[in-house]
């Protein structure tokens, strides 16, 4: 149980790039918007949790956002990322920022964050 709470205090502090650890908890503060069919949700004060284990990220929002989970990532220049896959591109993330415009589905995420 130590081992699991220090690598969480590790893998928290602000300067960590997710990229560089295959365990990585963070949170991220700024704009954030959902939009469906039905429902439109603006922040300037959200925040997104991020959450790496292995090669897969989840991003938890507040807010009452819905979460967006299972993204894998390439790497783009030095230390940035950009998601990849079906549905879920349009997400950059480093050790300060996080930036995302997904739409999948008829859904419609967007997120410019720092921590």
């Known amino acids: 149980m130590l081992l699991i709470a220090l690598t969480v205090m590790v893998s ?21 918007s959902y939009r469906n069919g039905e429902t439109t949700i603006n922040s300037s004060d959200g925040k997104v949790t991020v959450s790496k284990v292995g090669e897969t990220y989840n991003f938890y929002f507040g807010n009452n956002i819905p979460d967006i989970t299972g993204v894998k990532f390439e ?7 950009v998601s990849i896959g079906s ?3 349009g997400i950059s993330i480093d050790a300060s920022t996080l930036k995302m415009l997904v739409s999948k589905g ?6 410019n964050c720092t921590r």
Not at 12 to 32: L, Q, S
Not at 75 to 81: A, P, R
């Open 12 to 32: 928290c502090k602000k300067d960590t790039d997710p990229a560089d650890k295959d365990f990585f908890v963070g949170t991220y503060n700024g704009t954030v």
């Open 87 to 89: 549905g879920l591109t």
């Open 106 to 111: 008829g859904e419609t995420w967007t997120a």
């Open 75 to 81: 790497k783009t220049g030095d230390n940035s990322y």
